[in-house]
């Protein structure tokens, strides 16, 4: 090994440590992705929640179901309160459906999304907006036998409310307050309610960041999803004690599609691969330069068909045989008829003329004279130079006309 190439290793290495060192101190930035899914810890994931609901439902078992909706109540055996909480939420009819009749066996749903339009519980949500110059948004139950303390969330959030509701049907459980600047009320709008369908309970909630990691930490909100799910906890019109959690309809939810996905995604796997190619492409420039070959020159093949050409038609030429090159010349000249106007050229009389003359665009006077032409060369046994020369341009002229 010269020393020009150790030189080379060592700055390699360099490279790679500094690279290794300046990620290793660097702070690591908040991920705000809204993730919603169980296994989570950034600050909108739901580790907390997932871990705390079997403490919060002491009386009640929590199953996780990965599969969709309409495929898991497919089995009517399965009961309990099936519990979605997502960025957005977006069922298909038959999986809606579904839902319905889940309920209507006496179940529960509980729903907490950014707002939700459902045609068949006569359920529909809008954002709401404000004049107030710096509004401050609060979370408030509005039950009499619970805390009707209002819990304010610090980061901005979609502001959806339940513009239309079924009242004979519907009982609203929370609110959505909005303060101006002097801590005055500007605006109240119900955020959380429940419906009857058949013999189950919808429970509609408009604000899935309550259930994240960072909302729960953040002052005493958790207390704010305590009160919530205590509703799913004392009053559940289900004959089951399972809470169902969805697992399925979460925007983060794991979706590795191949095994590149899986490397990129982990930061220091990511940081390995990223190494191993700047260790490949330095081999590759210094190794390479090294070793090149001198790569051969090959001459490619010339083309001889101009050459053959040019000296059968020469030798044509010596032996000045003006027929048989004519001969030549007419016989592709009828295949030319043949191939390009899809005549046949057995029988040429006044019918094949006028023919030939509609299909090419020429005169039938042309065409009956350039054949005249081509019967008196094939009855003599011998043409001259200027026949021949006649015949070509004959030919050519026929070829040129166009429509």
Known sequence: MDKKLKIYIGLLLFIILGIIYIESIKPKEINWFPSYAAKHKIPYGTYILRNELPSLFSNKGVTDVHQSPYLFLKDSTNRGTYFFV????????????????FVDRGNDVFISTNGVHIDTLNVETKQLSTTAFEENAYQKLVNKSLDKKEYHFDRDFSKAYFSKTDTLKTTILGELIIKNENDSIVSSKPNFIKTKFGKGTFYLHTFPQAFTNYNMLLDNNYEYVASVLSYLNSTSSSSDNTILWDAYYKTGKSNISSPMYYIL??????????????????????????????????TPLKNQTLAFTRTIANMYYEKSDHKNIATHKINYFLEYIRTNHRLSTLKIDAVFYNKLASRSGNSTEMVEELFKRIDNINAKNSISQ????????????????KK
């Not at 990511?270 to 020159?297: D, E, H, M, S």
């Open 386 to 401: 200027d026949e021949l020369i006649a015949l070509n341009k004959a030919i050519e002229t026929f070829k040129a006309y």
């Open 86 to 101: 997502d960025n957005a939420l977006n069922f298909g009819k038959d999986e809606f459906n579904e839902l319905l009749k």
């Open 265 to 298: 995604s982990s930061k220091h796997l990511k940081w390995a691969y990223y190494i191993a190619l700047i260790g490949v492409l330095f081999f590759v420039i210094f190794k390479g330069k090294r070793n090149q070959r001198f790569i051969p020159v090959i």
